[in-house]
């Protein structure tokens, strides 16, 4: 091998360190670009020629130290945890009502209901009395009108953080469907996609953040789908998320026409969704029965007796006591239907005045399973217990996927994640091999000069 | 293996954690308590609904309570009158029987008992807060009418009686019909009044034996009436004794919601100068690694 071969490895060695401190550069640059692994160049010794002599170095790939296992990982855990701290921020809002120290709680409201009834049978003819009971039967029914609206209103709340998450999910998806084509059509050329890869790491884990999903590879890139399947990106091609009104008036979620409401878990929308559908449409629900069953015993009891006038009772509440009504919209709709405290059949049907038997068994169906299988102080309390156990739940579920996101993070960086140290190291070192080769190149310089002034010979003048 | 060049998001999520730690210690001091939404304990949220609810039913026996006793106090102290008039009217009957008064004497008696008869029918009639006592559940009503023309008493209440609460699975009768304390027990007709009336009769008409047959008769409806009043002193001895057991429920009540959500301040304390603790030294290690020097400082 000659001078001449010497001169080229020394070049191709001063590339190869410039595109090594090219890499240093834009590591250190992204250092704290979401979705950004570090890089690294493979070198490699460039294949000998026929003689055996070595013809230096090659870059042979520019690596990305993407661990896509890891990614997912950690895309799946930001998915959990913003479930689970969506869910408890969501219903927060309602647990107050339920609260032992809450003074118009419908639970505290049915105590003074029975116990105005009970100081009404000391003295069943006393019209102050009376009006008392009437009194405490309406702060029952504005208990149960004030908790099914603060319900639905956080549902409404719930519904509309489903339409701005939608929207932008919607977004990311288009943006991922377009990452997605770039990469496939860079792959196809056989050109280098990491920056690219980089942009879809950051949407994919932002992406993650509103909503759960899962991903196959495929030829034409990577392929998006909810949890039964249904496709929200197919390699270029993303199906655009839209809201459509259901019959409840609530958003339903559509990709490509598909209602994959259902189907979205995890992510803030995964939360939104199911606080929304599912506890507090079931505390609704519960709420509507357990107000129309109270309404519909004491209505029973109250139409048995007698009144102050010696009427026979009238229903004390609306919605009225019909076999055939159903339940639902009674907690938001029910109301006193009396007017006046004499109307309350304190007695039992054509009895006396003073009679009280009549309320002895209205203050009976305090202890009676009248409303959810129970009594309507457990009905209360099971209440109480199920919007406390789901939030406590989710409150856990949020500390522990936040723990493990944690872990999952550090793993990631400690894998992917750029090190100020280990770049200037890297850069020290290239800057050296980097002088090195221009000292070979000078080198070869010296030589060359000097063989070609051998050949002249002093002119002598 | 390599070790992770970003603590940023570890320090962010202790950050978080040390800071909610603080503020939950914060607020178990400042409220004393240690369960303060549903979410801080279900269980003892639930718990607790039950016993407010268990609280308020001892708060509304107690009331109850205090109510009958003002009522049945009235009708204790009604019988009293009741018991003394007739007492007297006894007296006054074995004094006229006693054959040694002329008839002009035997025609005062007559007079002081007819009298008595007056004040009997008013007592029997005796009303609280409006309501009359011994007309059964008819309250609205006086009980006890009496002819103009013929003065005849007759009972025109009803044989009811109230029941009111005043414990779980307890309640105490609230009122005792006239019937049974102005009527002969099994005979409805024999009333107090009837009694005295006959005794009117048989002093005007100077009838010797007629005048102890009322006697004994006015004297069987003293025992009656005696009878009936120990309802309302044993009532009140009851409601009595069932609101110092009240009392004592409600204190149980107040100590077992204590245990289900009060704070133990010691811990809380405890806890609060922990989550400080490590606060301040989060923060402070923070600090520490923003500081930490890197290869950068060396290299010129």
Known sequence: ?461 | MRVNPNFSTDMVNLLDQAQQAEDNAAQELSTGRRVNQPSDDPAAEASMIQENSLSAAVDQYTASSDSLTDVLNTGDSTLSSVVTLLQRAVSLGVEGASGTMNQSDLNSIATEVATIQTQMLSLANTSYAGQYLFGGTATGTAPYVADAATGTVTYVGNSNQNKVQIGTGLSVATNLPGTSIFSQPGDPSATVFTALQSLVTALQSGNSSGIATAEVSVDDSLKTVNTAQVFYGSTVDELNTNESYLAQEKLNITAYENTLVSADTANAASDATEAQTILTATVAATAQIDQQVNLLTYLH
Do not use: H, W
């Not at chain 1, 009006?131 to 319900?151: D, E, H, Y």
């Not at chain 1, 979205?264 to 939104?272: A, F, M, P, S």
């Not at chain 1, 999952?408 to 980097?434: A, H, K, P, T």
């Open chain 1, 1 to 461: 091998m000659g001078l001449t071969a010497d001169l080229n490895v020394s070049v191709q060695s001063l590339l190869a360190s410039t595109e090594s401190m090219d890499v240093t550069t834009t590591n250190i640059a992204n250092q704290n670009t979401p979705g950004y692994a570090r890089r690294t160049v493979v070198l490699e010794e460039a294949a000998p020629v026929d003689d055996g002599s070595s013809t230096g170095v090659d870059v042979k790939a520019i690596q990305s130290m993407r661990d896509n296992v890891l990614d997912l990982s950690v895309n799946a855990a930001t998915a959990q945890q913003n479930l689970s701290s969506t869910v408890s921020s969501s219903l927060s809002p309602v647990q107050s009502l339920f609260a032992d120290t809450a003074s118009d709680s419908i639970g505290s409201t049915i105590d003074a209901f029975f116990s105005s009834l009970q100081q009404l049978s000391t003295s069943p003819a006393d019209s102050s009395l009376r009006s008392s009971v009437l009194t405490a039967a309406g702060n029952v029914a504005s208990a149960f009108q004030s908790t099914a609206s603060v319900i639905t209103q956080t549902q409404q709340q719930a519904d509309q953080s489903v339409v701005q998450e939608t929207a932008q999910a919607n977004s990311l998806l288009q943006q991922i469907a377009a990452t997605n084509g770039e990469i496939t059509t860079a792959q196809n050329l056989g050109q280098s996609c990491n920056s690219d890869q980089d942009q879809l790491s950051s949407l994919l884990t932002q992406l993650s953040a509103i909503m759960g999903y899962n991903t196959v590879n495929s030829s034409d890139g990577l392929t998006l789908t909810t949890s039964d399947g249904t496709p929200l990106v197919v390699g270029s091609k993303a199906y655009p998320l839209t809201d459509q009104l259901n019959s409840s008036g609530f958003n339903d979620v559509y990709a490509g026409g598909t209602d994959i409401t259902s189907t979205i878990q995890g992510g803030n929308l995964g939360g939104y969704l199911q606080s929304r559908d599912q506890t507090l449409a079931n505390m609704g629900t519960q709420l509507d029965q357990f107000a129309f069953q109270f309404a519909q015993a004491v209505n029973t009891v109250q139409t048995a007796g007698s009144d102050a006038n010696g009427n026979a009772g009238v229903a004390l509440f609306d919605p009225p006591n019909t076999t055939t009504g159903t339940a639902a919209g009674a907690a938001s709709s029910i109301s006193v239907a009396l007017t006046s405290g004499s109307q309350i059949a304190a007695a039992a049907s054509g009895g006396a005045s003073g009679d009280n038997s009549n309320l002895t068994n209205m203050i009976d169906l305090q202890n009676q399973s009248i409303t959810n299988g129970v009594t309507p102080d457990d009905a209360f309390s099971n209440l109480t217990f199920s919007i406390g156990n789901t939030i406590s739940q989710a409150n856990t579920a949020a500390t522990a996927t936040g723990n493990i996101l944690t872990q999952l993070q550090n793993q990631q960086s400690s894998v992917e994640g750029v090190s100020l140290d280990e770049e200037s190291s890297n850069l020290m070192l290239y800057e050296r091999s980097y002088q090195g080769a221009a000292k070979v190149i000078s080198t070869i310089d010296t030589l060359m000069g000097n063989v070609l002034d051998m050949g002249v010979t002093d002119p002598g003048y």
